[in-house]
Protein backbone atom coordinates (compact mmCIF):
# COMPACT_ATOMS: atom_id res chain seq x y z
CA UNK A 1 0.00 0.00 0.00
CA UNK A 2 2.98 2.32 0.86
CA UNK A 3 4.01 1.71 -2.87
CA UNK A 4 1.29 3.65 -4.07
CA UNK A 5 2.09 6.47 -2.80
CA UNK A 6 4.88 6.84 -4.87
CA UNK A 7 3.75 6.38 -8.10
CA UNK A 8 1.78 9.09 -8.16
CA UNK A 9 4.35 11.72 -7.97
CA UNK A 10 7.01 9.64 -9.64
CA UNK A 11 4.19 9.42 -12.37
CA UNK A 12 4.22 13.27 -12.51
CA UNK A 13 7.90 14.60 -12.35
CA UNK A 14 8.60 11.66 -14.60
CA UNK A 15 9.10 13.94 -18.01
CA UNK A 16 10.79 16.52 -16.40
CA UNK A 17 14.69 15.28 -17.49
CA UNK A 18 13.58 14.23 -20.40
CA UNK A 19 11.95 17.43 -21.81
CA UNK A 20 14.46 17.60 -25.02
CA UNK A 21 13.74 14.71 -25.66
CA UNK A 22 10.07 14.47 -25.66
CA UNK A 23 10.08 18.03 -28.06
CA UNK A 24 12.28 16.03 -30.40
CA UNK A 25 10.27 13.24 -30.73
CA UNK A 26 7.43 15.08 -31.42
CA UNK A 27 9.20 18.09 -33.04
CA UNK A 28 7.15 20.65 -30.58
CA UNK A 29 9.39 23.03 -28.43
CA UNK A 30 10.63 22.87 -25.04
CA UNK A 31 7.84 25.09 -23.45
CA UNK A 32 5.01 22.68 -25.40
CA UNK A 33 7.14 19.66 -23.61
CA UNK A 34 6.86 21.31 -20.58
CA UNK A 35 3.29 20.93 -20.92
CA UNK A 36 2.79 17.54 -20.47
CA UNK A 37 3.52 18.24 -16.84
CA UNK A 38 0.71 20.60 -16.70
CA UNK A 39 -2.01 18.40 -18.26
CA UNK A 40 -0.62 15.79 -15.47
CA UNK A 41 -1.24 17.54 -12.65
CA UNK A 42 -4.32 20.04 -13.32
CA UNK A 43 -7.01 16.77 -13.73
CA UNK A 44 -5.01 15.24 -10.74
CA UNK A 45 -5.72 18.20 -8.66
CA UNK A 46 -8.96 19.35 -9.97
CA UNK A 47 -10.50 15.27 -9.85
CA UNK A 48 -9.53 14.59 -6.56
CA UNK A 49 -11.99 17.65 -5.22
CA UNK A 50 -14.29 14.55 -5.50
CA UNK A 51 -12.68 11.35 -5.86
CA UNK A 52 -12.56 10.69 -2.28
CA UNK A 53 -16.84 10.60 -1.78
CA UNK A 54 -16.94 8.61 -5.69
CA UNK A 55 -14.40 6.47 -4.33
CA UNK A 56 -16.24 5.71 -1.07
CA UNK A 57 -19.71 5.34 -2.99
CA UNK A 58 -18.24 2.94 -5.46
CA UNK A 59 -16.18 0.71 -3.03
CA UNK A 60 -12.60 1.88 -2.10
CA UNK A 61 -10.72 -1.39 -3.00
CA UNK A 62 -12.62 -1.90 -5.76
CA UNK A 63 -12.05 1.97 -7.04
CA UNK A 64 -8.20 1.95 -6.29
CA UNK A 65 -7.76 -1.62 -8.40
CA UNK A 66 -9.43 0.32 -11.06
CA UNK A 67 -7.51 3.31 -11.22
CA UNK A 68 -4.03 1.74 -10.90
CA UNK A 69 -4.98 -0.44 -14.33
CA UNK A 70 -6.48 2.53 -16.07
CA UNK A 71 -2.98 4.34 -14.63
CA UNK A 72 -1.14 1.42 -16.41
CA UNK A 73 -2.96 2.01 -19.54
CA UNK A 74 -2.82 5.54 -19.78
CA UNK A 75 1.12 4.68 -19.13
CA UNK A 76 1.29 2.14 -22.38
CA UNK A 77 -0.88 4.75 -24.94
CA UNK A 78 1.60 7.08 -23.40
CA UNK A 79 4.03 5.33 -24.36
CA UNK A 80 3.02 4.58 -27.89
CA UNK A 81 1.23 7.63 -28.85
CA UNK A 82 2.69 8.72 -32.25
CA UNK A 83 1.61 12.45 -32.12
CA UNK A 84 1.79 15.05 -29.33
CA UNK A 85 -1.37 15.37 -28.51
CA UNK A 86 -1.99 12.09 -27.96
CA UNK A 87 0.55 11.66 -25.36
CA UNK A 88 -1.03 14.79 -23.68
CA UNK A 89 -4.15 13.54 -23.86
CA UNK A 90 -2.32 10.09 -22.17
CA UNK A 91 -0.93 12.53 -19.45
CA UNK A 92 -4.02 14.04 -18.81
CA UNK A 93 -6.00 10.53 -17.93
CA UNK A 94 -3.11 9.50 -15.84
CA UNK A 95 -3.51 12.55 -13.72
CA UNK A 96 -7.32 11.63 -13.47
CA UNK A 97 -6.08 8.13 -12.47
CA UNK A 98 -3.98 8.23 -10.22
CA UNK A 99 -6.43 11.11 -8.49
CA UNK A 100 -8.44 7.68 -7.78
CA UNK A 101 -5.29 6.74 -6.18
CA UNK A 102 -3.33 8.60 -3.76
CA UNK A 103 -6.75 9.97 -1.45
CA UNK A 104 -7.86 6.41 -1.08
CA UNK A 105 -4.47 4.87 -0.42
CA UNK A 106 -4.79 7.43 2.49
CA UNK A 107 -8.14 6.64 3.66
CA UNK A 108 -7.27 2.94 3.54
CA UNK A 109 -4.15 3.42 5.84
CA UNK A 110 -6.00 5.14 8.26
CA UNK A 111 -8.68 2.47 8.50
CA UNK A 112 -6.26 -0.08 9.06
CA UNK A 113 -3.92 2.14 11.86
CA UNK A 114 -4.39 2.55 15.20
CA UNK A 115 -4.64 5.62 16.37
CA UNK A 116 -1.68 6.24 18.15
CA UNK A 117 0.34 5.19 15.70
CA UNK A 118 -1.48 6.89 12.88
CA UNK A 119 1.29 9.56 12.19
CA UNK A 120 3.85 7.16 11.89
CA UNK A 121 2.25 5.53 9.18
CA UNK A 122 1.62 8.83 7.74
CA UNK A 123 5.08 9.83 7.40
CA UNK A 124 6.00 6.90 5.77
CA UNK A 125 3.43 7.08 3.16
CA UNK A 126 4.78 10.88 2.70
CA UNK A 127 8.24 9.17 2.52
CA UNK A 128 7.03 7.33 -0.23
CA UNK A 129 5.78 10.55 -2.44
CA UNK A 130 8.93 12.72 -1.40
CA UNK A 131 11.08 9.11 -2.69
CA UNK A 132 8.89 9.28 -5.80
CA UNK A 133 9.29 12.89 -6.18
CA UNK A 134 13.04 12.59 -5.74
CA UNK A 135 13.81 9.63 -8.13
CA UNK A 136 12.02 10.72 -10.80
CA UNK A 137 13.98 13.11 -13.07
CA UNK A 138 16.63 10.96 -12.45
CA UNK A 139 14.83 7.38 -13.62
CA UNK A 140 13.71 9.63 -16.45
CA UNK A 141 17.18 10.99 -17.55
CA UNK A 142 18.32 7.71 -17.39
CA UNK A 143 15.72 6.43 -19.23
CA UNK A 144 16.20 9.39 -22.13
CA UNK A 145 19.53 8.44 -22.78
CA UNK A 146 18.33 4.77 -23.72
CA UNK A 147 15.00 5.57 -25.46
CA UNK A 148 12.49 7.71 -23.58
CA UNK A 149 9.37 5.25 -23.38
CA UNK A 150 10.81 2.95 -21.49
CA UNK A 151 9.93 4.79 -18.59
CA UNK A 152 6.69 4.53 -19.20
CA UNK A 153 6.94 0.58 -19.72
CA UNK A 154 8.30 0.70 -16.29
CA UNK A 155 5.41 2.81 -14.90
CA UNK A 156 2.56 0.87 -16.12
CA UNK A 157 4.62 -2.40 -15.12
CA UNK A 158 4.56 -1.18 -11.37
CA UNK A 159 0.90 0.03 -11.74
CA UNK A 160 -0.45 -3.59 -13.01
CA UNK A 161 1.52 -5.36 -10.14
CA UNK A 162 -0.05 -2.47 -7.50
CA UNK A 163 -3.61 -3.77 -9.22
CA UNK A 164 -2.77 -7.30 -8.03
CA UNK A 165 -1.39 -7.10 -4.90
CA UNK A 166 -3.50 -7.38 -1.67
CA UNK A 167 -5.00 -3.93 -0.47
CA UNK A 168 -6.95 -4.73 3.29
CA UNK A 169 -10.81 -4.93 3.33
CA UNK A 170 -12.69 -1.85 2.55
CA UNK A 171 -13.32 0.18 5.22
CA UNK A 172 -17.29 1.11 4.23
CA UNK A 173 -17.70 -2.94 3.36
CA UNK A 174 -19.67 -3.66 6.29
CA UNK A 175 -21.25 -0.01 7.04
CA UNK A 176 -25.06 0.23 6.53
CA UNK A 177 -25.32 3.79 6.27
CA UNK A 178 -25.47 5.70 2.75
CA UNK A 179 -21.77 7.19 2.28
CA UNK A 180 -21.53 10.86 3.11
CA UNK A 181 -22.16 13.87 0.78
CA UNK A 182 -19.19 15.85 -1.31
CA UNK A 183 -20.57 18.85 1.13
CA UNK A 184 -20.05 16.78 4.31
CA UNK A 185 -16.09 16.63 3.11
CA UNK A 186 -16.06 20.36 2.93
CA UNK A 187 -16.03 21.31 6.19
CA UNK A 188 -14.07 19.35 7.92
CA UNK A 189 -10.99 20.15 4.72
CA UNK A 190 -11.35 23.43 5.32
CA UNK A 191 -8.63 24.82 7.64
CA UNK A 192 -6.41 21.64 6.58
CA UNK A 193 -6.58 22.20 3.35
CA UNK A 194 -5.60 26.29 3.56
CA UNK A 195 -2.84 25.58 5.63
CA UNK A 196 -1.24 22.63 3.01
CA UNK A 197 -2.30 25.13 0.08
CA UNK A 198 0.39 27.84 1.78
CA UNK A 199 2.36 25.29 2.62
CA UNK A 200 2.78 23.47 -0.75
CA UNK A 201 2.59 27.03 -2.55
CA UNK A 202 5.02 29.06 -0.69
CA UNK A 203 7.51 26.56 0.40
CA UNK A 204 7.82 23.28 -2.07
CA UNK A 205 6.13 24.98 -4.49
CA UNK A 206 9.06 27.59 -4.47
CA UNK A 207 11.73 24.73 -6.35
CA UNK A 208 11.25 26.99 -9.36
CA UNK A 209 12.57 30.12 -7.86
CA UNK A 210 15.45 28.13 -5.79
CA UNK A 211 16.76 26.98 -9.13
CA UNK A 212 16.52 30.49 -10.86
CA UNK A 213 18.43 31.91 -7.79
CA UNK A 214 21.31 28.96 -8.30
CA UNK A 215 21.23 30.38 -11.39
CA UNK A 216 21.55 33.78 -10.82
CA UNK A 217 23.44 34.24 -7.77
CA UNK A 218 26.04 31.63 -7.89
CA UNK A 219 25.82 30.28 -11.85
CA UNK A 220 25.14 27.10 -11.33
CA UNK A 221 24.50 24.77 -14.87
CA UNK A 222 21.97 22.99 -14.95
CA UNK A 223 23.36 19.16 -13.72
CA UNK A 224 24.65 21.01 -10.63
CA UNK A 225 21.45 22.97 -9.87
CA UNK A 226 19.03 19.38 -10.38
CA UNK A 227 21.67 17.63 -7.58
CA UNK A 228 21.36 21.06 -5.49
CA UNK A 229 17.00 20.53 -5.73
CA UNK A 230 17.12 17.48 -5.27
CA UNK A 231 18.41 17.85 -1.25
CA UNK A 232 14.34 19.16 -0.36
CA UNK A 233 13.08 15.33 -0.88
CA UNK A 234 16.06 13.80 0.06
CA UNK A 235 15.95 15.21 3.33
CA UNK A 236 11.99 14.74 3.47
CA UNK A 237 11.87 11.08 2.87
CA UNK A 238 15.10 10.35 5.22
CA UNK A 239 12.81 12.22 8.00
CA UNK A 240 9.37 11.41 7.33
CA UNK A 241 8.94 8.69 9.55
CA UNK A 242 10.37 11.30 12.57
CA UNK A 243 7.53 13.61 11.54
CA UNK A 244 5.15 11.26 12.23
CA UNK A 245 6.13 10.53 15.39
CA UNK A 246 6.23 14.30 16.09
CA UNK A 247 2.99 14.07 15.02
CA UNK A 248 2.02 11.23 17.33
CA UNK A 249 3.49 12.65 20.51
CA UNK A 250 2.91 16.32 20.20
CA UNK A 251 -0.62 16.53 18.67
CA UNK A 252 -0.94 17.21 14.36
CA UNK A 253 -1.67 21.14 15.36
CA UNK A 254 1.95 21.26 16.85
CA UNK A 255 3.24 19.43 13.50
CA UNK A 256 1.87 21.78 11.97
CA UNK A 257 2.63 25.16 13.44
CA UNK A 258 6.25 23.56 13.56
CA UNK A 259 6.42 23.11 9.76
CA UNK A 260 4.43 26.85 9.54
CA UNK A 261 6.84 28.39 11.22
CA UNK A 262 10.28 26.59 10.24
CA UNK A 263 9.11 27.33 6.33
CA UNK A 264 9.00 30.49 6.90
CA UNK A 265 12.53 30.92 8.26
CA UNK A 266 13.77 28.33 5.62
CA UNK A 267 12.15 30.54 2.76
CA UNK A 268 13.29 33.65 4.49
CA UNK A 269 16.52 32.69 4.13
CA UNK A 270 16.66 31.00 0.23
CA UNK A 271 16.31 34.80 -0.07
CA UNK A 272 18.81 35.91 1.51
CA UNK A 273 21.72 33.80 1.52
CA UNK A 274 24.80 34.50 -0.01
CA UNK A 275 26.24 31.51 0.19
CA UNK A 276 25.96 28.23 -1.81
CA UNK A 277 26.52 26.10 1.09
CA UNK A 278 23.49 28.00 3.24
CA UNK A 279 20.89 27.94 0.65
CA UNK A 280 21.64 24.19 -0.18
CA UNK A 281 21.32 23.63 3.67
CA UNK A 282 17.95 25.87 4.11
CA UNK A 283 16.26 24.12 1.43
CA UNK A 284 17.11 20.74 2.63
CA UNK A 285 15.34 22.05 5.99
CA UNK A 286 12.28 22.69 3.68
CA UNK A 287 12.02 19.07 2.83
CA UNK A 288 12.06 18.54 6.99
CA UNK A 289 9.54 20.72 7.43
CA UNK A 290 7.58 20.09 4.82
CA UNK A 291 6.82 16.53 5.30
CA UNK A 292 5.34 18.28 8.96
CA UNK A 293 2.94 20.35 7.26
CA UNK A 294 2.17 17.42 5.27
CA UNK A 295 1.84 14.42 7.89
CA UNK A 296 0.13 17.04 10.59
CA UNK A 297 -2.54 18.23 8.03
CA UNK A 298 -3.03 14.51 6.77
CA UNK A 299 -3.80 13.44 10.33
CA UNK A 300 -6.04 16.72 11.15
CA UNK A 301 -8.51 15.90 8.34
CA UNK A 302 -8.39 12.11 8.49
CA UNK A 303 -8.81 12.08 13.30
CA UNK A 304 -11.65 15.68 12.72
CA UNK A 305 -14.04 14.42 9.04
CA UNK A 306 -15.61 11.26 10.53
CA UNK A 307 -17.81 9.19 8.13
CA UNK A 308 -16.49 11.94 5.54
CA UNK A 309 -12.99 11.16 5.70
CA UNK A 310 -12.34 9.99 2.12
CA UNK A 311 -13.58 13.17 0.75
CA UNK A 312 -12.03 15.37 2.77
CA UNK A 313 -9.03 13.59 2.29
CA UNK A 314 -9.26 13.92 -1.39
CA UNK A 315 -10.36 17.97 -0.84
CA UNK A 316 -6.84 18.95 1.23
CA UNK A 317 -4.65 16.57 -1.08
CA UNK A 318 -6.39 18.71 -4.52
CA UNK A 319 -5.35 21.69 -2.62
CA UNK A 320 -2.04 20.77 -1.95
CA UNK A 321 -1.43 20.42 -5.65
CA UNK A 322 -3.23 23.81 -6.64
CA UNK A 323 -0.98 25.07 -4.17
CA UNK A 324 1.99 23.88 -5.97
CA UNK A 325 0.48 25.02 -9.71
CA UNK A 326 -0.13 28.04 -8.60
CA UNK A 327 3.09 28.82 -6.99
CA UNK A 328 5.19 29.84 -10.75
CA UNK A 329 1.74 32.33 -11.34
CA UNK A 330 2.21 34.01 -7.99
CA UNK A 331 5.93 34.45 -7.86
CA UNK A 332 7.83 34.48 -11.32
CA UNK A 333 6.85 37.91 -12.00
CA UNK A 334 7.74 39.04 -8.21
CA UNK A 335 10.95 37.37 -8.85
CA UNK A 336 12.02 39.39 -11.88
CA UNK A 337 10.91 42.39 -10.77
CA UNK A 338 12.41 41.16 -6.86
CA UNK A 339 13.87 38.51 -6.42
CA UNK A 340 14.29 39.25 -2.37
CA UNK A 341 10.48 39.59 -1.92
CA UNK A 342 9.52 37.00 -4.34
CA UNK A 343 11.10 34.96 -1.27
CA UNK A 344 10.21 37.14 1.33
CA UNK A 345 6.74 37.55 0.59
CA UNK A 346 6.01 33.73 1.21
CA UNK A 347 7.98 33.33 4.42
CA UNK A 348 5.09 35.89 5.68
CA UNK A 349 2.28 33.94 4.13
CA UNK A 350 3.78 30.92 6.24
CA UNK A 351 3.94 32.77 9.37
CA UNK A 352 0.34 33.92 8.56
CA UNK A 353 -0.68 30.40 8.18
CA UNK A 354 0.30 29.30 11.38
CA UNK A 355 -1.80 32.45 12.87
CA UNK A 356 -4.97 31.06 11.50
CA UNK A 357 -4.22 27.42 12.60
CA UNK A 358 -4.10 28.58 16.34
CA UNK A 359 -6.80 31.08 15.55
CA UNK A 360 -8.94 27.54 14.70
CA UNK A 361 -7.66 25.95 17.11
CA UNK A 362 -8.89 28.02 20.10
CA UNK A 363 -12.11 28.79 17.96
CA UNK A 364 -13.07 24.87 18.70
CA UNK A 365 -10.66 23.39 21.23
CA UNK A 366 -12.86 20.96 22.24
CA UNK A 367 -12.18 18.64 18.94
CA UNK A 368 -8.58 18.63 19.07
CA UNK A 369 -8.15 19.69 15.52
CA UNK A 370 -9.44 22.81 13.88
CA UNK A 371 -12.21 22.39 11.43
Known amino acids: MYLGGL ?30 LTVYLVPFALVMLVSGTLGQRWGVVRTIRLAYAAYAVTALLALVAPWFW ?13 AFITPLLLAQLAAVTPRDRL ?6 FAAMQALGHTTAPLVGGLAAELSWPWAFAGIAVTALA ?17 PPSWRAALRPSVVPGLLVFLGWGCLAGLSFLVAFRLEDVFELSSGPRGLALTVFGAAGFATARLSGGFADRFGPVTAVATGLLGGGAVVAVLGLAGSLPVLIGAWAVGGVVAQLISVGTNTLVITGAGAARNGAISVVQALRFLGMACSPLAFTGLYHADPRLAFLLPAGALVLGTLILLRARRADPDRGCPT
Open 86 to 98: LFLVARGLQGTAN
Open 7 to 36: LGPFGAGVVVAMLPELAASYGTSPAGAASS
Open 119 to 124: GRSLGV
Open 162 to 178: LAAAPLPADPGAADPEP
